[in-house]
């Protein structure tokens, strides 16, 4: 008997000691997984559907919106990505906006993608996109914040703050962004 017990108590130990890890580990590889799994791999010969550019060589600016039928745009840059969700059937006569299924922005800072309606986007700031005055997103409001003081930004938003009048305005501006 006693020689039974040592066995079980050791293997009680391992598994209270080990095991929690082993969860959180296999926990943090499905996180990445599902990251991974969200974004649509974006080749060298992908345009965006609003501005016609080659998606591929910005890499840091890429947003997505995917649709219900699995199909997906990829865009070179947010005003681009906003343009068409706004007013899809403009850009994609195949398209309304109930057929989105998802809108996946780059955070700034980590280049991970998230969801368009979690993150916090910087308007007006002294960094530039492919298509000129961009709006900068972030997955937290302390980044953002961040951003905004470095880099001469004028304004946290959200994504239901964008509209075409305000990607009018950036399109327009030339050295600085008016809101007004």
Same mark, same amino acid.
């Given at each position: 008997?006693?020689? !039974?017990? *040592?066995?079980? $108590?050791?293997? *009680?130990?391992?598994?209270? *000691?080990?095991? %929690?890890?082993?969860?959180? !580990?296999?926990? @943090?590889?499905?996180?990445?997984?599902?990251?991974?799994?969200?974004?649509?791999?974006?080749? =060298?010969?992908?345009?965006?559907?609003?501005? /016609?550019?080659? #998606?591929? %060589?910005?890499?840091?600016?890429?947003?997505?919106?995917? *649709?219900?039928? @699995?199909?997906?745009?990829?865009?070179?840059?947010?005003?681009?990505?906003?343009?068409?969700?706004?007013? %899809?059937?403009?850009?994609?006569?195949?398209? $309304? =906006?109930?057929?989105?299924?998802?809108? +996946?922005?780059?955070?700034?800072?980590?280049?991970?993608? $998230?969801?368009?309606? =979690?993150?916090?986007?910087?308007?007006?700031?002294? #960094?530039?996109? %492919?298509?000129?005055?961009?709006? $900068?997103?972030?997955?937290?409001?302390?980044?953002?914040?961040?951003?905004? @003081?470095?880099?001469? /930004?004028?304004?946290?938003?959200?994504?239901?703050?964008?509209?075409?009048?305000? +990607?009018?305005?950036?399109?327009?501006?030339? =050295?600085?962004?008016?809101?007004?």
């Amino acid at each position: 008997m006693k020689k !039974l017990i *040592f066995p079980i $108590i050791t293997l *009680f130990f391992v598994t209270m *000691f080990f095991a %929690p890890d082993t969860y959180a !580990l296999d926990l @943090s590889r499905k996180k990445k997984q599902t990251e991974r799994k969200l974004y649509i791999t974006v080749t =060298k010969k992908d345009r965006c559907p609003v501005c /016609g550019m080659f #998606v591929h %060589p910005y890499q840091k600016w890429i947003t997505q919106i995917q *649709f219900k039928d @699995s199909s997906h745009h990829s865009f070179d840059g947010m005003k681009c990505m906003c343009r068409l969700y706004i007013d %899809p059937e403009k850009y994609d006569t195949t398209k $309304i =906006k109930q057929d989105i299924k998802l809108v +996946l922005v780059r955070d700034y800072y980590t280049l991970k993608f $998230i969801r368009h309606d =979690k993150a916090f986007y910087v308007v007006g700031s002294d #960094v530039f996109g %492919p298509m000129g005055h961009e709006l $900068i997103p972030f997955s937290t409001e302390k980044n953002a914040s961040t951003f905004l @003081s470095d880099h001469n /930004g004028l304004k946290i938003l959200r994504f239901h703050e964008i509209n075409a009048e305000l +990607l009018d305005k950036l399109d327009k501006a030339e =050295k600085t962004v008016n809101l007004d």
